[in-house]
């Protein structure tokens, strides 16, 4: 069973940066792909970014030039570092990782950016 544990989220000044974190319980280079999610208060899940084994990156439009998303096999964590933060980017960011036909998910952390 693989746990996926994010951080990283909290209150941020619109402009600001942020960087989240997901942590794995298992191997990360074990998984095809590993992305980012979020669900802002009454809207669906979005993508936001992916990044795959091999270290093809993807990015959904509305965060290309604001987020980056990269991944550290030694520490079996993958990471989301923010720039310029805007209001529309509040939301709950979700990690996820898929093999085999299966997908795990974190429970998300919040981001909240208001002044």
């Known amino acids: 069973q693989v746990q996926l544990v994010e951080s990283g989220g909290g209150l941020v000044q619109p402009g600001g940066p942020q960087r989240l974190s997901c942590a794995s319980s298992?191997?990360?280079?074990?998984?095809?792909?590993m992305g980012w999610y979020r669900q802002a208060p009454g809207k669906q899940r979005e993508f936001v970014a992916t990044?795959?084994?091999?270290?093809?990156?993807n990015y959904a439009d509305s965060v290309k030039g604001r987020f980056t998303i990269s991944r550290d096999n030694a520490k079996n964590t993958v990471y989301l570092p923010i720039d310029s933060l805007k209001p529309e980017d509040t939301a709950v960011y979700y990690c996820?990782?898929?093999?085999?036909?299966?997908?795990?998910w974190g429970q998300g952390t919040q981001v909240t950016v208001s002044s």
């Open positions: 298992g191997r990360i280079d074990r998984f095809y792909a």
């Open positions: 990044i795959t084994s091999g270290g093809t990156t």
């Open positions: 996820n990782a898929g093999r085999g036909g299966y997908v795990w």
